[in-house]
């Protein structure tokens, strides 16, 4: 069953932290890149994070670099993003997705990404 799923989105005041998880399942977490990304309202779908096949490589988009931090535990099948210091400007859908590269190179485009999980929403407040 070829599948990621997010899960840990929800509420939470500005300042916050949630912790949010990409479990995974059928195919071999250690082949892929894994990239989080997000949409909120109106706009564009964009990067986060990504993480390499064993985790050496990791990639953070400008607005969350220094407040989120991505890892993954291969033996568990699941990838994780920590969101510390959350802003209203968070706000969105997020989703993880799968792609074949050995490196994180050029993670902003997500259309290099093909298997997409379906999303877990996460909203600031003021």
């Not at 390499?52 to 699941?78: C, H, M, Q």
């Not at 510390?84 to 997020?94: I, N």
Request: charged share 20%.
């Amino acid at each position: 069953q070829l599948a990621l799923v997010e899960s840990g989105g929800g509420l939470v005041q500005s300042g916050g932290s949630l912790k949010l998880s990409c479990t995974t399942s059928g195919f071999r977490l250690e082949d892929y890149t894994i990239g989080w990304f997000r949409q909120a309202p109106g706009k564009e779908r964009e990067g986060v994070s990504c993480t390499s096949l064993g985790g050496e490589d990791t990639k953070y988009a400008v607005s969350v670099k220094g407040r989120f931090t991505i890892t993954r535990d291969n033996t568990r099948n699941t990838v994780y993003l920590q969101m510390d210091k959350l802003t209203t400007e968070d706000t969105a859908v997020y989703y993880c997705a799968r792609r074949p590269f050995l490196h994180c190179e050029g993670f902003m485009h997500p259309e290099s990404f093909s298997v997409w999980g379906q999303g877990t929403q996460v909203t600031v407040s003021s």
